[in-house]
Structures are given as C-alpha cells and as structure tokens.
C-alpha cells in the first residue's frame, strides 16, 4: 500500500493481528521530493509515477528508494510538462499517462518523454472546461472522458481537441462529479458516475443518463 503524503510517500505492509505497518519510503527532504499528491504504477508494474506539489511528475523506483527521473515544465521546452500543480494521475493506452493539473489535462508518452496540452478554455465551447478535473477514463476507443468540480462530464477528442460536455441539462443529477467508473454489459460500455447529487449511469452509445438517489 502506498499513501501520498504532505510528508512525501509513505508505504504499508501488512503486520500481525490484522493491523499495517507504515514507514517513510520517501521523505520530503530527499532532493526532488514534495508533497505527493498522485501515485499511478506504471505499465509494467515496477515503478510508481508519482505527482509531486510544486516539482512535477516523477518516477520512482521502489526497489532503489529512490527517484529516477523527474519532469519539470520548462518554458522553452513546448513538449514538457505544462504545470507542477498536479491533482492526478490516470491511465492512458499503451502505457501513457493522462494528468490532471492546473491548466487543464497533460498527455505523457514515456517512451518519447513527450508532453501534449490539453488547456482549459472558458471561451471556446467546444474545448476543455477551466473546471478542475477530478477523475479522467481513457475508453477503448481512445476517447477521454473527465469529471470536473462543477461543469459535469466532458468528452475530449485527444486528436482534434474538441470536446463534448454533458451537463445537468443534458441529465446528469449535478455538475460536480468525483469518480468514472467504466461497465461492461452486452457489448456496451456505460459509466457509472459519482456526483454531488447521488448516482448516474451513462450511456455513452445513446448520451443518455439514469440516475440513483439515496431514495432508490
């Protein structure tokens, strides 16, 4: 068990009588080290990608202890990453990361060690909302979908950069959501939605939503 920290990282292991040891496997005053407020493992299971406050997106190598690499923004440097405000870490395809900040969404390819924006913009309706996001699903088509703090679901289109919102007016039960969490049934994929107003069930194929209060 790993557990981001105002402290740094912190690991659990399990001890007798059902109860978890805990120790300090990175503290805050290791070099390119801060509060760690995301930990994603990567692809193949060894390392951790870890958002750090203020530093940037940083890999770690439990075995060593250590931090192996960390990518900072730079502002000569288009491809590197756009903010060290990092709220988190999702998965993306064929080992790519998606990371949310505080600009808006981060594309990472580490085998390139390229950076691709995707920035919010309150101007453009067809573009990424300025709402924080709290949770991005990349699905099977390569569709990106993001909760966001207060403008509902977005569907990023990472090849063109539009987007598609779907808001309360649209059927969703309220425009904060948290969490996505994909279903597969008879050869459709919904998202279940968690939201300020209780439970939703998205149906991506027909855009349409069904929704669950504490009443049903």
Known sequence: LWIGSDMGLY?????????MDFSLALPLSAPQVGAV???LPDDEGTDLWLGMYRVGLARFDPAAGQVVRTYEPD???????????????FPGRDGSLWIANIEGLD???????TFRHYRGDASDPHGLSKARLHWVYEDESGAVWGSTNGDG????????????????????????????????????????????NGLSRFDPQAGTFRNYSYLD
């Open 11 to 19: 690991k659990g292991e399990p001890a007798t009588g059902g109860n």
């Open 37 to 39: 407020t995301a930990i």
């Open 75 to 89: 502002p000569t440097d288009a491809n590197s990453l756009a903010d060290n405000l990092i709220m988190g870490l």
């Open 107 to 113: 594309h990472f390819d580490p085998r390139t060690e």
């Open 153 to 196: 679901l977005q569907r990023l289109d990472p090849t063109t950069g539009t987007c598609a919102h779907y808001r309360e007016a649209d059927g969703l039960p309220n425009d904060v959501v948290y969490a996505i969490l994909p279903e597969q049934r008879a050869g459709t994929t919904y998202l279940w939605l968690s939201t300020n």
